[in-house]
């Protein structure tokens, strides 16, 4: 019984430092993601008034850029995959991974080659541990992602984009997990490049909802470019093209901390569980214990009454 107390108290005291751990990630997880929640806020208004602007002025400017133009038998496709640098966070990078399988399966069955730029270590490790190969990869600063960084995984993928010939690439998606509420988080995936040209009254996607472009009477607004089309766009997409980006990595972020602190605070409740569960049963050793002593003596002494 002694044995069995001991090992009971030793695993109390395990799982109690173990939940000091949890509780601890948790309350940062916590008190980060708020701020994470803040910054997707605050660049919904920008990311959305872009998008309006970007889709107007591709839509009505009369002329195709490279950016906006569908190539005829495009045959490689870049998938951006974004996941987490950092484990403990439950299924939010394994989710944004099986939704990349899924969209990289697709392409394959569409007969497209599929190069993948992966963002975070988790995606990076899941590659190389199965010896799959990947274009460009970047790590480091999931859960507090900057505009650089999106800047950088841009300009790599228009890079890309704009090279013509067997080294360059003829869409471009993203995969990543939409923040959409603190117990909601959604691994999607969405088209990049070429931008999608809408007409009147058709939905553009944004990471917050949709915009409706005003039918205005089945009239089409009119534009005046300085100094050209060309110039205009040549300046606007490159933005698009970042700010979705950067968007999405927000996103990602505040889902990577939403999830990590539901996963710690899970671990925590399982951790006193567990220790309530060891209590009881060191416990009931502990009263074995003293029943089998108390027998012992009753034991003893009615043998030495029976030998007087």
């Not at 969209?103 to 963002?119: A, F, S, T």
């Not at 539901?262 to 925590?268: D, E, G, L």
């Not at 309530?276 to 043998?303: C, D, F, H, P």
């Amino acid at each position: 019984m002694g044995g069995q107390m001991r090992v009971y108290r030793q695993r109390i005291r395990s799982v109690s430092a173990t939940k000091k751990i949890t509780k601890a990630m948790e309350l940062i997880a916590a008190s980060r993601v708020i701020k994470a929640r803040e910054a997707v806020m605050s660049s919904a208004p920008y990311t959305h008034a872009l998008t309006r602007a970007v889709s107007a002025a591709a839509t009505y400017a009369g002329e195709e850029h490279p950016l906006t133009k569908n190539r005829e038998g495009g045959r490689r496709a870049g998938v951006v995959i974004i996941t987490s640098d950092r484990g403990l966070a439950g299924a939010y990078s394994a989710s944004a991974l099986k939704t990349a399988n899924e969209l990289m399966e697709r392409l394959r069955g569409e007969g497209k080659e599929v190069v993948p730029y992966l963002v975070g270590r988790k995606a990076i490790a899941w590659f190389t541990f199965r010896d799959r190969g990947f274009a460009e990869s970047w790590e480091g600063f999931s859960d507090a992602p900057r505009y650089e960084h999106a800047k950088a995984i841009g300009d790599r993928v228009m890079r890309d984009f704009l090279t013509e010939g067997p080294d360059g690439v003829d869409e471009i998606h993203v995969v990543y997990t939409r923040f959409r509420t603190m117990v909601t988080q959604t691994p999607r995936a969405l088209r990049l490049l070429p931008l999608e040209v809408v007409e009147r009254g058709q939905k553009v996607e944004v990471d917050q909802g949709f915009l409706v472009e005003p039918d205005r009477d089945g009239l089409q607004p009119q534009f005046e470019f300085e100094p050209d089309v060309e110039t205009v766009l040549d300046a606007l997409l490159p933005k698009y093209v970042t700010s979705r980006i950067y968007t999405c990595l927000l996103g990602s972020s505040a889902s990577e901390l939403a999830a990590r602190q539901r996963a710690m605070k899970s671990a925590t409740d399982n951790a006193e569980e567990l220790i309530k569960t060891y209590t009881r049963l060191a416990n009931q050793a502990r009263q074995a214990e003293i029943t089998q002593e108390i027998s012992e003596i009753v034991g003893g002494a009615n043998a030495l009454a029976d030998a007087k």
